[in-house]
Each structure stands twice: as C-alpha cells, then as structure tokens.
Nanobody, 124 residues
C-alpha cells in the first residue's frame, strides 16, 4: 500500500489549499483515512478523518474550516483547507488502515500506512 500526499505550498493567511492523498494497493472506500500534521518542534496532531462509510471527524482547531472528501474512482482523499492561518503551518500527512471506529481515528498509532507528507506554509 502506498500513499502519495500532494497539494501543499505557500499561501497567505485567509487563503485556501486543497491537499490530495492518492492511494494505491488499498481502496479508500474500504479504509479509514486520516490526516495529521506536524509543526517544527511539536508532536504530530490529528487534523481529520474519513471513514469507509464517508463519515468524517475533525479536530476542534480545524472544524468549520477544513473539509474532507474522497473520490472512489480515483482512489483519492482530499482535504480542503479554508481560512488558513499561521497556526496551520506544518507538514501534512495522510494515513490509512482497515476500517476502525470513528473514536479511534485520531490516534496516529492505529494507522498502518503513511504518506510522505506535504508542506503547508501560511504567511501572515
């Protein structure tokens, strides 16, 4: 199983970016998919997750600004990020595993597969 994260870049505060996570070797519609981020000097933190059923869960810090979606035909999960601020600056990672309960999706340790990360930098 391979995950390829892309779409990061430099954006001004208040702007938007859409990250993509293209998956091979496992169907996103039969997986629990998570997005995490890690800023310099900080621990990896949960951003959001989308389950096999299409249900989503978000960290409080991004709720209302970030939206998860997926394209089953492209086997890709997307993270649309709006109203970005400097605190969103981090390397963003996508992760996958076989289906798990929503309440467990925020834990990095439950995921079996990880993408390489994509840098998001928000300038103020």
């Amino acid at each position: 199983v391979q995950l390829q994260a892309s779409g990061g870049g430099l954006v001004q505060a208040g702007g938007s970016l859409r990250l993509s996570c293209a998956v091979s070797g496992r169907s996103v519609s039969a997986s629990s998919m998570g997005w995490f981020r890690q800023a310099p000097g900080k621990e990896r933190e949960f951003v959001g997750g989308i389950n096999w059923s299409g249900s989503t869960v978000y960290a409080d810090s991004v709720k209302g600004r970030f939206t998860l979606s997926r394209d089953n035909a492209k086997n890709t999960v997307y993270l649309l990020m709006n109203s970005l601020n400097s605190e969103d600056t981090a390397v963003y990672y996508c992760a996958a595993r076989r289906p798990i309960v929503m309440s467990a999706m925020s834990q990095p340790s439950v995921y079996d597969y990880w993408g390489q990360g994509t840098q998001v930098t928000v300038s103020s």
